[in-house]
């Protein structure tokens, strides 16, 4: 599972064998969210991660949305051309 970014306790990574949307997985040390970035960005879903984290882990998917969308299709290819 590639790590995307790692800030402010924050990891952002996919999953090898992941499904389009385009999205990624950020933890904390209290939970998980998972954030589609294209077509927008939006929280799909929240386990346990306090809001202020939720918060800014959504900042941070739209702040690197482009390059979270670039290292999705190096990583998985652009078979799926539904994005």
């Known amino acids: 599972m590639p790590t995307l970014f ?10 090898s064998e992941e499904h ?3 999205h990624v997985h950020i933890v904390d040390g209290d939970g ?18 306090k809001p202020k984290n939720a918060k800014r ?10 390059d979270i969308i670039a290292k999705w299709y ?4 652009k078979e799926d051309q539904n994005n």
Request: proline fraction near 4%; hydrophobic fraction near 40%; aromatic fraction near 16%.
């Open 6 to 15: 790692n800030i402010f306790g924050l990891r952002g990574f996919f999953y």
């Open 32 to 49: 998980r969210v998972k954030i589609q970035v294209f077509p927008e960005v939006k929280l799909i879903s929240n386990e346990g991660m």
């Open 20 to 22: 389009t949307p385009i």
């Open 74 to 77: 190096e990583y998985h290819g």
């Open 57 to 66: 882990a959504m900042q941070l998917a739209k702040m690197y949305k482009e």
